[in-house]
């Protein structure tokens, strides 16, 4: 039996990990469960996996949640701190890091320093402080399991002492690829919340309309698998069916095809290195008609652009990015802000905070703060 605390068991990567643990209740326990605001879910869902514990960060709603389960022997926990506290709890095992944003890294930190596995599925960790992130996991020799549908898939394709020469990182395009440049100056929130294959989050699902989110996914993958930049290939591929592949240095190409189901790489994280069964839907290639491959335009999408950027120039600049992105994908949601202004605002604080090539925990704090506040004043 594997403990498993999930960061984020709210979230959408949250609920389907609820659902593996479910269908495999006899292999898995949901030991901790933590939300940061929405106390009404992770009420009903202590109620019914019954977890050691549970952590809601924002504090204003920690009442609510105690009193609601206090007729059940789980402990009740509130604020950010608690949430590196619950991480090092020696019976926990797994640590499903899928806290949306920057709130994931010391969490994370946590996890790793109490040698915990970490299946990931927050990539901020990762675009924040990758250097920093796979120095800890070398030091404290933890494993890091990738959740994202196309991290695992590349994860599942690698061979033992064969090396990558390119990693085909797959795109679905995300709503507005058939788009002109004109039109999508023009686009709406609901327009952009309307993804044409994965059902994700807002802020994940924004991402993906601005490509932002593939180019945290290029930054992940080069800590995740030591690649070089020029090594991870964007491929727009709409349908979904390739959740990405690894060419290999005498050419032979390996990909990972499946259905839309971020239950399957989720399960994989907690199963690795075994396959377990899993309910669901399956590929029916018969009905597959088309795949189809298109280089992205980084013209229309500049986030991809700014990514790629950010990677190159290294240090901190990803955090700066980061941070910048979070903000204005904020104000969109919220309707503060039109579309271009997007990748407009993260460019503009990338040439305005300050560089630094230290890789420290306080480093990338201070740069976050800063970043947020200069995109802030620019809303």
Not at 4 to 28: M, P
Not at 109 to 132: M, Q, S
Not at 258 to 283: C, H, N, W
């Amino acid at each position: 039996m594997k403990r498993i605390c999930i960061l984020g068991s709210t979230g959408s990567i949250g609920t389907q990990a609820l659902e593996v643990i479910e269908e495999h209740s006899d292999l898995y326990e949901a030991y901790v469960l933590t939300a940061y605001n929405n106390a009404d879910l992770v009420i009903e869902q202590a109620r019914k996996f019954k977890p050691e514990a549970v952590v809601i960060a924002n504090e204003n709603n920690y009442n609510k949640v105690r009193d609601a389960l206090a007729d059940l022997p789980i402990k009740v926990y509130a604020g950010a701190k608690a949430l590196c506290e619950v991480v090092q709890n020696e019976n926990v095992d797994i640590v499903l890091a899928s806290m949306v944003g920057f709130a994931g890294l010391e969490p994370t930190i946590a996890a790793i320093k109490a040698k915990k596995v970490i299946a990931l599925a927050n990539k901020e960790t990762l675009v924040v402080a990758g250097d920093l992130i796979t120095r800890l996991a070398n030091e404290y020799q933890v494993p890091i399991l990738p959740v994202d549908s196309e991290h695992s898939a590349i994860f599942q394709c690698l061979e033992p002492g064969n090396r990558i020469d390119k990693i085909l990182l797959t795109c679905s395009g995300g709503p507005f690829r058939k788009i002109s440049k004109e039109q999508i100056q023009h686009v709406t929130k609901s327009d952009a919340l309307a993804h044409p294959t994965w059902n994700m989050g807002a802020k994940i699902t924004i991402d993906s309309a601005t490509l932002m989110n593939k180019g945290f996914e290029v930054i992940e993958a080069k800590w995740l698998f030591g690649v070089k930049p020029e090594q991870i290939q964007v491929v727009v591929h709409p349908q979904s069916v390739i959740h990405s592949a690894v060419q290999f240095e005498d050419g032979a190409v390996k990909a990972q095809l499946g259905v839309p189901d971020m239950r399957l790489p989720i399960q994989y994280a907690f199963s690795y290195p075994k396959r377990l069964t899993l309910s669901g839907e399956r590929l029916d290639l018969f009905a597959t008609k088309d795949l189809t491959f298109e280089a992205p335009d980084t013209d229309r999408f500049p986030c991809l652009r700014l990514a790629y950027e950010a990677l190159h120039q290294g240090g901190n600049m990803p955090c700066i990015v980061n941070a910048a992105n979070e903000i204005v994908n904020r104000a969109f949601i919220d309707d503060h802000i039109a579309y271009p202004r997007i990748a407009e605002i993260i460019e503009k604080t990338m040439s305005q905070i300050e560089y630094s090539t230290e890789s420290s925990l306080e480093v990338y704090l201070e740069t976050d703060k800063k970043a947020r506040a200069y995109a802030s004043s620019l809303l």
